[in-house]
């Protein structure tokens, strides 16, 4: 029998399969201009990763880099959105805690778009600031035993943890993903941290 998370776990991504089933009746071309005139509703704007429209075009651009939709220029993005250099799909940015490591990643892909160094200089400071602020939050809910009783209470401190993630991710909706909207049409930012129980309603901006 699955432990309550692993079932809390597999429930969702089941569920997230049955959304998905939506767009797998759409032809190539209704899934193409889909994508684009939602594109076009992104513009100027930093999006939370748990927000409904996201999660939706996040679900139909997987489905449609399955079938190379993008490759097949079915339909034209906005022209404010340029190419990504991963898979051709229009570039919208996902800004996650780990990109110190993954850089940007492409959520048509799941593929890196673009590294730390290639950050734009200009927010390249602040968003390392953030995610190097981050790092050692989110590692409480990694620590080994050693540490877990070297701190005494570990309940305690796994429960800080949890508030300051709270605050860094609020930071990084409010301060941190906005800086790239100087050179991208639209952002994606994650507004949650599962190892830390974090959940998007906990994020207050």
């Not at 890196?112 to 602040?126: N, T, V």
């Given at each position: 029998m699955l432990p309550p998370m692993a079932q809390a776990h597999s429930h969702l991504d089941s569920l997230w399969t049955e959304y998905r089933e939506v767009f797998h009746h759409w032809d190539d071309l209704t899934l193409a201009r889909w994508l684009a005139q939602t594109l076009g509703q992104f513009e100027g704007r930093a999006w939370r990763m748990s927000h409904p429209l996201m999660g939706a075009y996040r679900l139909a651009a997987q489905l449609a880099h399955d079938r190379q939709i993008w490759f097949k220029r079915l339909a034209t993005p906005p022209a404010a959105y340029t190419e990504s250099p991963c898979c051709r799909a229009p570039m919208l940015p996902l800004l996650t805690r780990d990109v110190r490591e993954s850089g940007l990643i492409c959520p048509h892909c799941d593929e890196?778009?673009?590294?730390?160094?290639?950050?734009?200089?200009?927010?390249?400071?602040?968003i390392l600031e953030w995610a190097t602020e981050y790092a050692p939050v989110h590692a409480v809910a990694h620590w080994d035993d050693a540490q877990r009783k070297a701190c005494g209470d570990y309940d305690g401190a796994f429960e800080e943890a949890a508030k300051t993630a709270e605050a860094l991710l609020a930071r990084a909706g409010d301060e941190v993903a906005p800086l790239l909207l100087d050179h991208y049409p639209a952002v994606v930012w994650e507004d949650q941290d599962e190892c830390l129980e974090v959940r998007p309603e906990d994020v207050k901006l």
């Open positions: 890196p778009l673009l590294s730390a160094d290639e950050l734009p200089k200009e927010c390249r400071p602040g």
